[in-house]
C-alpha cells in the first residue's frame, strides 16, 4: 500500500470535493500558483483554474467577509489561512458574521464555508506561526470546530466538512503535515468513513485515559506506548472540539478512573477546563483521581528554541498518568 | 477644528462643486451634465408618496421606543431621500446589504415595515427572507456588511449574471464612519480587483455618533474611491431624483461589467444616532436649522405644486395612507407574539447539534418543574 503524506492526504481531499461539487471554492493567501506555504492546495488551480483556487488579496478579514457572500450566493467556499497567528484579523468576520449567520437568519440562510488552521507548534518558527487559538472558536455558538489528527482522517474529515452545513473551523497539525501513513485513498468510501463531529479510540487501555487532539495525538500515543508494561493508557482522539463528543471518554473514565486531557493550548480556560469538568459532572464516583491536564503555559507563546520546553511532551504526559495513581 | 479643515473634508457647506443635484431645496428641476432622470407624473408622485411613508414609518416607530414599545430605534429621520432615490435605483434582481438604518431601503424592497421592528423590540434578529426580497438582514457591526455584498458580487460574476443588460448589481450601505473600517477599506481592494459589480452607497449623515466627518476623513469621501482605482461621485443626499439617477447608472454600470464604484450621498441625520443619543451634547442648534432649508421632501412637493403634477386631494390623500400605515405598524408591534424561551435553542445550526438538544431539554425540564410547583400559573 502507497505511503502518503498529511499534506498529499488533505490535498486529495480537496481535489475529490471539488470534483463531485462545483460550488466548491478555494480562497486564500499564495494558495494558487504556489499551492500554499505547505503546499496544500498544489496543482488544484492549474486544474480547476482560477475561477475556483482563488488568490486573495492579503488580508484575513476579506477572505471570510467575502467568503460569506459568497456562500449566500450559493457557494461553498474553503479558505485556508496561512498560520494559526493570522486568524485574529478575521475574528470578527468568524464570530459575530459566519457563526451568527443561520441563528439570526431564523435558518433561513446557511454558512457552508470551512476555515483550513494550520495549527500548533513544535517547527521552529517565529512568532504568531505556532498557535493554538481553538478555544476562541469551540467557545463561539454557531461554529463547529474539529481537529484532525492523521492523514487518512485528513483525507475524510475535509470532505466532510465541506459537506457541512454549518461553518466548519478545520484545524490542521502543521508539524506532522510531512508525516505518512498507510493509506489507500482510492479505496475510502467516504459514505462509510468514521463520522466528522465523533471522538475516536485510538489505543485501548485499562489504567488511565489520555485524551488528545491534532498534533497531541501522537504524543500521546508515543507516551503509552513507552509506558507499556507499567502503565495500561487508553488514548481518544478527540477529533471534534465543538460540538464534543464525550461519550466514549465517559466511557472510558468508568473503566480507567482516571483521566488525562493534553493539547498544545494554554491550559487556562482550554479544551482540556471542558472536557474536565463534564467528566467530573458525568463520571464523579468513577474517578480515582482528579482530572489533569497536560498543557502549554499560560505564557504568550515562546521563542522557537524554548518550544520544547512549552509544548507537552510525552515525558509530561507520563508524569501526569503517574500522578493520577497518586492520589 | 478651524474652518479650513471643515472645508477639506466636505468641499463645501452645500456639499462643494462636484456635487450632483437635480432638484434644489427649493424645488426647481435644475439639469446636469452627466446624470438625468426622465420620470413620468406617477413616478414622480410615486417618489413623494415613498418619502412620506417611510418619514412615517421612522416617526411611528420612534414614538413607539419613547413609549417604552421598542428597545431603541435608528432613526432615518433626513436621510428619506438617499434610501428612496437609492432604493428605487435597484432593479428586482439587484441585492443590497443595508446598516442597521435601512428602513427606507427595505420598503423599496417589498419587507413589510414591521419587520425591522422585531429586531428593535427584540424579538427576534432579523426575520425577513433576504431572498425574497434581496435585502439581506441588517448588519450591526460597522461595515462588517461592505464584505459580504463584495463576495456575494462575486459570486454574481461567477454565475455570469454581469455584462448583460438584464444583469445582476449589488448594492452595499454604509455610513461616513464606516469608511474608516478595516472590512470596508479591504472590501473597496477585493472589489476593485475582482472588478465585482457592487455599488457602495454610502450616506454621509455627516456624524458617527457623536464623532464628526472630520475625525474619519481630511478628504471628501468620494474622492477616496479614486484611489482603490474605481469611480466615486458625491450627490445631493437630499435630492431623490439625483439620487435616483446617480444610483441607477452606477448599477447599471456594476451590471454591465464596468466594476465597483462610490456613491457618497451627502446628507445629514437630523435625529439623533437612535434614541438612547443625546445629539445637543455635540452639534450646534444652528446647523440642525440650516438643514431643516434642505429637506427632502419638502423639495419634492414644491417641486409637484409647482409643476401641477399634485393637487391638496392627492397629498392628503398620501398623509391618510401614511397614517393608515403608522396605525398598522403599531398595532402590528403591539401584537408581536413573544418569542418562547425554548426558541434560544432554535437554529444554531443547520445540521443540529446533539449539545443544544440536551440543554434545550435540560432546561426545559427545569422550566416545567415551575409549572407543577404553580399549577395553572406558570413562573
Redesign the interface.
Known sequence: MAKTTFIKALNAGLRKAMEEDEKVLLMGEDIGKLGGVFRITDGLQKDFGE?RVID??L?E??I????????????RPVCEIQFDGFVY?AY??IV??LA?M??????????PIVVRIPFGGGIGAVEHHSESPEAYFAHT??L?VVACSNPADGYTMIQQAIR???PVIFLEPKRRYHEKAELDLDAVDLASAYPLHQSRIVREGAGCTVVAYGPMVKTALEAATAAEGERDIEVIDLRTLS??DLDPVYASVQKTGRLVVVHEAPGNLGMGSEVAARVTERCFYSLEAPVLRVTGFDTPYPAARVEEEYLPDLDRVLDAVDRTFSF | MSMGDRALTTGADDGGPEFVQLLTPEGERVEHPEYSVDLTDDEYRGLYKDLVMVRRIDAEATALQRQGELGIWASLLGQEAAQIGSGRAMRPQDMAFPTYREHGVGYCRGVDPLRPLGLFRGVDQGAWDPREHNFHLYTIVIGAQCLHATGYAMGVTKDGKVGTDDGEAVIAYLGDGATSQGDVNEAFIWASVFAAPVVFFCQNNQYAISEPLERQTRIPLYKRAHGFGFPGVRVDGNDVLATLAVTRKALDDARMGQGPSFIEAYTYRMGAHTTSDDPTRYRIASEVEAWKHKDPIARVHSFLIKQQLGDAAFFESVEAEADELAARLRAGCLSMPEPQPLSIFDHVYADGSAEIDEQRASFGAYLESFADAHPGGGH
Open positions: 475561477e486573495t488579496p488580508a478579514s476579506g471570510l467577509g467575502t467568503a460569506i457572500g459568497m456562500a449566500m450566493r450559493g457557494y484579523p470578527d468576520q459575530s458574521q451568527k443561520h441563528y439570526r437568519s431564523q435558518g433561513k440562510i446557511k454558512m455558538a454557531g463547529k457541512s452545513d454549518d460540538p464534543l
